[in-house]
């Protein structure tokens, strides 16, 4: 008799993992592969985030910590709070998590019950939908469009019949990297409180803007939960390591919730970390340089043949429209990556019902990188 296979476990891929396989596929065969499917810095972490690593293991116990994480770290986060927006957190209702990944998984288990219906955004980060399902909860997609900016608006909240108990928003959002302006955002909020939804703010490109400075839901709403992340500003992707600002009424289940599921967050990453915070200037060049892989990729794009291309204020992705190209965009990331070697990700990752018409490019990478991919894709367009 066969064994049992639990049914949470046949969720989606996460689709972006299945391009870098076929990308490394192509790299160990011996093919060149220019990335641009994958949403992370082509820069190793901080130098002084490196030394301060070095110092830990030198001197340092690596063992746990406490489940929220370590006090020194903790406090850090709250000044960073104070210096970059201006907004008192408590730094006892800041959580040290694994990696965003992880403060997804404790807030959607805090804050809602099985069954429960929860909005999100699609286009939109695949892992929302895929963790929800897991868990049992209901993802409630919102189609969103160049119309609305790729991002959710009070209006659509207003009309949700049931309503949800939760909504998830990213800004900037991953595949758009379109943002939510003050007022939007506050809209929402106001939208949220009157129906008693709980907002979840997915803040983990704040600091990678190209224009306007992002705004932080924990200026406006102490009910909310804040998610970020070292991973993409900071430049600490492998080192699996991001924070939660919570409510009061949700700090002690997650503390608990932490305790059960992951005792703690990686501790040499807390101990590294710790210097992150005093890196701006290296930090900031990284900005500088995906700004300008930004808009050298906007300025190219259309004469390869992509449109609707999003407006990419912030984080370092563009969302573009293929459907003069083809009717299914997982094939067409197969043909570019065989005919150019370029790796981008189709949009059926973000969006189920649409995404078979759209791609996204990811221009995290040096702007060697990105010019010669463009090249790349405009010389292939002209030969169809």
Known sequence: MALKVAGRAAIAPFIVME?????????????????????????????????????????????????????????????????????????????????????????????????????????????????????????VGLPVDGSTNFQPTAAMIEALDPPVAG?????????????????????????????GIRLISDEIYHGITHGTAATTAAALDADAVVV????????????RLGWLVVPDDLLKPIERLAQNLFISPPTLSQRAALAAFDCRAELDANVARYRVNRDRLLAALPDAGFTGLSRAEGAFYVYADVSRLTNDSEELCRTLLAETGVAITPGIDFDPARGHRWVRFSFAGTTATVDEAARRLVAWHRKR
């Not at 809602?112 to 909005?119: E, I, M, P, Q, T």
């Not at 595949?175 to 106001?190: K, N, Q, S, V, W």
């Not at 970020?228 to 080192?239: A, D, E, L, Q, V």
């Open 19 to 139: 391009v870098m396989r076929a990308a490394a596929e192509r790299e160990a065969a011996g093919g060149e592969v220019l990335h641009l499917e994958v949403g992370q810095p082509g820069t190793s972490a901080p130098s002084a985030v490196l030394a301060a690593a070095h110092r830990a293991l030198d001197k340092d116990v690596i063992g746990y910590t406490l489940a929220l994480g370590i006090d020194p770290l903790r406090e850090a986060i709250a000044r960073h709070y104070r210096a970059t927006y201006g907004v008192d957190v408590p730094a006892r209702r800041v959580v040290v998590t694994t990696g965003s990944s992880g403060g997804f998984l404790l807030s959607f288990v805090a804050a809602f019950d099985v069954g429960d219906r929860v909005a999100i955004a699609e286009p939109g980060y695949p892992c929302y939908r895929n963790i929800l399902a897991t868990l049992g909860l209901v993802p």
């Open 167 to 195: 909504l998830i928003v990213a800004s900037p959002s991953n595949p758009t990297g379109t943002m939510l302006d003050r007022a939007a955002l506050a809209a929402l909020i106001a939208a949220c409180r009157a129906r």
């Open 228 to 239: 970020n992340s070292f991973s993409k500003y900071f430049s600490m992707t492998g080192w």
